[in-house]
DNA sequence: TCACGGAATATTTTT
DNA sequence: TATTCCGTGA
């Protein structure tokens, strides 16, 4: 009865060789599918693989697929493993249930939103969305809003996530991180209960309401629960770090009837604190679920030793550490490089120069990344790498369905399937001549009293002068009544009224044409308009589409520059990370605030563990900061003083 | 009531 | 630097 006994009946039960493809560890955790597990993964420690075959491993042993639950980050990151079980195993694998708590909980809300008595043709508000409505509540409060210091509506609507996603009161909120609105607090508070009001009134779910409601669903319809519950025999999920307090009331309530669930996570690379993750989920899922198995990955497959050398310095800084220390069997490599710019362009200079050689020596573009810590930080970078013809992508930052041209089409389709967005009828009407937000108003409320839906604008009655400037809206909206017609032929009657306005409002539309055709195209993969929408919300496409080079490069051969946050879980061959400046990276926000300070240098072990075989680390300077006045010349302290023998130094210029 | 211009303000990361 | 906010003239 040894193992090694049982090894050929194993292999000929199932068709993967999990004893060959995965270490020890990972075969626990792949092959113990009953019962709480957390596993610990260690940056580059197989935790995709594991999942990966874990997954396969279910379907293998007859789990129909559509009771398997895979939660992750990012919708890419569940589609991604999926499609790699189905190759490991066969199509059933890409019929598991899979995607973001805020999609999974989206979905249960739609098919259950009425017991909470909601409608469930809700719209789901973006960032952008959301702080509109905040703007219109703030422009309505009488005496407050008209001091000069008074919170603007971005402010507004963080600190009520802020407050909701780490689920203590407003007060607090304002008490620890934004004391110079104390005087406010009154005015706040009001405004917070008006926005859930209003959120109610237009049919409005925000990001946070999405799990809120859900869990709420959760937590007081026990059948409900039950029922949900007892539909997912197994649940993984990703990440498990990044969560915050709401997922893991959720995620708890998803076992009710069993308990057969894996989290996945490592507390050294939880960066989503600024929206109420708590990396500390991860010790109390043990507290939570009295038997769990504790299983530990640490051998990585990623990195050379310089490299991990390095890293494990980085996060021996971290105040609060659950201590584990990630070896490599990979021999060689280089030691990482940290290099002084005497400028921002000499910076990139460097990394262009560097790249160039990378290339010249076999080293494909895509297998490079540039890291860094804010969008922003890579406007110099972009422009010389435009000027030397290197083709890149760029990740992260702003987003293609956040800027104004594609948010204007949406909102022409967000009112068909929701009469109430409010948000959308004003950007739909502000788009008109001479029709500001008072008119705007009158004849929302004029489409609202009609109660027939977007085509209450048909037969709404207004004063002539209005009434001729809506005319070709008007016939917009009756062609669209016309009959049933498809998404994206929808999306081609909007974008024939919506050229000539875009034509006369921004400068660069050929560029912003361009990226409505692409919207279009996006929509020819849609029957049905919510979940075009809901996509478009929830799961937009990452890249932004701005890039020169984006879409003439012919093949996927691409240089990848992204933001940290957008990094997480990838690798390249080589690494740089850019701004490595103390007062940028960390940001002088962060110095007064320990938490903040630690999450700073997680990010920061986050963008170095990317790295396969060569590191670099580059910072300017004589940067002159605006905001405090000081110039900044020192490199980041989360690897300054580093002996040369672990970080080697270079200077540039 | 709208449009425009000047002044004030400001962090960044994402679902 | 870019956005947002407010006052002013039309």
Request: hydrophobic share 40%; glycine share 4%; net charge neutral.
């Amino acid at each position: 009865m040894t193992e090694q006994f049982n090894l050929p009946n194993q292999k000929d039960k199932f068709t993967i060789n999990y004893e060959e493809a995965l270490n020890p560890s990972q075969r626990e955790a792949v092959t113990s599918l009953d019962g709480p597990m957390l596993v610990i993964a260690g940056a580059g420690s197989g935790k995709t693989r594991t999942l990966t075959y874990r997954v396969a491993r279910l379907v293998e042993k007859g789990i129909s697929p559509a009771k398997i639950l895979l939660l992750t980050f990012t919708r890419k990151a569940s589609s991604e493993m999926l499609n790699r079980a189905a190759k490991l195993l066969d199509s059933r694998c890409e019929r598991v249930s899979g995607g973001t708590f805020h999609s999974f909980s989206n979905s249960m809300l739609r098919k259950h939103a009425s017991i909470l008595g909601f409608d469930n043709k809700y719209t789901i508000l973006d960032r952008v969305d959301a702080e509109s409505l905040v703007g219109m509540l703030r422009k309505e409060l009488e005496p407050g809003s008209k001091h000069r210091s008074f919170p603007r509506k971005r402010t507004l609507a963080n600190i009520f996530g802020r407050a909701v996603n780490k689920v203590i009161p407003i007060e607090d909120v304002i008490y620890n991180d934004y004391p110079h609105f104390q005087p406010y607090l009154e005015d706040i508070l009001n405004l917070s209960v008006e926005y859930k009001k209003r959120k109610v009134i237009h049919k409005f779910f925000d990001y946070d309401d999405l799990l809120v409601y859900f869990h709420l669903l959760l937590k007081n319809h026990a059948d409900i629960r039950d029922k949900i519950s007892s539909s997912y025999k197994y649940i993984m999920v990703d990440e498990y770090q990044d969560t915050n307090q709401i997922q893991a009331g959720i995620l708890y309530s998803l076992t009710s009837k069993n308990k057969n669930v894996m989290v996945v996570g490592d507390d050294s690379q939880s960066i989503y604190a600024f929206r109420g993750a708590n990396f500390k989920n991860i010790i109390d899922f043990p507290r939570l679920f009295p038997e769990t198995k504790i299983i530990s990955l640490e051998e990585n497959y990623r990195s050379v030793q310089p490299i991990l050398d390095l890293t494990n310095v980085i996060i021996d800084r971290a105040a609060e550490k659950f201590s584990k220390k990630l070896f490599t069997r990979k021999t060689g490599g280089v030691k990482p490089v940290l290099a002084n710019a005497q400028s921002e362009n000499g910076q990139s200079m460097f990394v262009v120069d560097k790249i160039q050689d990378l290339n010249a020596s076999g080293v494909p573009l895509n297998r490079i990344a540039v890291l860094f810590r804010a969008g922003f930080h890579s406007f110099d970078l972009e422009l010389e790498l435009a000027r030397e013809r290197l083709p890149f992508i760029k990740v992260g930052g702003f987003k293609f369905t956040e800027s104004a041209h594609i948010k204007d089409v949406l909102a022409h389709l967000k009112v068909i399937a929701n009469p109430h967005d409010r948000i959308s009828w004003y950007r739909i009407l502000l788009l008109l001549e001479k029709v500001g937000p008072k008119t705007a108003q009158n004849i929302y409320e004029a489409i609202d009293k009609e109660k027939s839906g977007y085509a209450g604008i048909l037969t709404i009655e207004l004063k002539s002068g209005i009434s001729r400037r809506l005319s070709r809206l008007k016939q917009l909206f009756s062609n669209i009544d016309f009959g049933p017609l498809s998404v994206s032929e929808m999306g081609e009657i909007i974008l024939h009224y919506y050229l000539p306005v875009l034509r006369d409002r921004y400068d660069d539309h050929p560029k912003r044409a361009r990226d409505l055709e692409q919207l279009l195209t996006i929509m020819q993969r849609y029957n049905s308009l919510e979940q075009f929408l809901t996509d478009m919300t929830l799961e937009p496409p990452n890249t932004s589409m701005d890039g020169t080079f984006a879409e003439t490069s012919p093949d996927n051969n691409r240089l990848v520059l992204s933001t940290i946050h957008s990094a997480k879980g990838l690798e390249w061959h080589t690494v740089f990370i850019i701004w490595a400046l103390d007062g940028r990276f960390p940001s002088m926000h962060a110095l007064n605030n320990e938490e903040d300070l630690e999450e700073e240098l997680r990010l920061m072990y986050v963008a170095a563990t990317r790295a396969q075989n060569n590191l670099f680390f580059t910072y300017p300077n004589n940067v002159y900061d605006r905001g405090s006045g000081m110039i900044f010349s020192m490199p980041s302290r989360f690897i300054d003083m580093i002996p040369d023998d672990i970080l080697e130094k270079y200077y540039v210029d």
